[in-house]
Nanobody, 131 residues
Framework: QVQLVESGGGLVQTGDSLRLSCVAY????????MGWFRQAPGKEREFVAA???????????YYADSVKGRFTISRDNAKNTVYLQMDSLKPEDTAVYYC?????????????????????WGQGTLVTVSS
């Protein structure tokens, strides 16, 4: 059974940094694009960032405009883990952050950003940024 487990959330102040981790259990996702999403209170879930497989000839990362230049997605296949480094945090970054994996390796970063082929979701980790 596949499980994605996020961690690293917490309460921080404006301008602080946090690094979120998402560990996959039950299978490896080395050849899969992985994504981070978030859902703020009272709002719909939104795309944050995605990263292709490290082995992809078209290795790429992709970010929502709202986090571009502040957040960095990365992955460590040896640890079956995807990270989201969040710098210069703002109160509007307050949300539950989820990682997600698609059902097939053909999904690219744009597919993931549009929720295409997404099958596996973690339980989320709460990030609260105080002003």
């Amino acid at each position: 059974q596949v499980q994605l487990v996020e961690s690293g959330g917490g309460l921080v102040q404006t301008g602080d940094s946090l690094r979120l981790s998402c560990v996959a259990y039950g299978r490896t996702f080395d050849d899969y694009t992985m994504g981070w999403f978030r859902q703020a209170p009272g709002k719909e879930r939104e795309f944050v960032a995605a990263i292709t497989a490290l082995s992809s000839v078209d290795f790429n990362t992709y970010y929502a405009d709202s986090v571009k230049g502040r957040f960095t997605i990365s992955r460590d296949n040896a640890k079956n883990t995807v990270y989201l480094q969040m710098d210069s945090l703002k109160p509007e970054d307050t949300a539950v952050y989820y990682c997600a994996a698609p059902s097939m390796p053909v999904a690219g970063v744009i597919d993931v950003s549009l929720y295409k082929y997404l099958e596996h979701w973690g339980q989320g980790t709460l990030v609260t940024v105080s002003s």
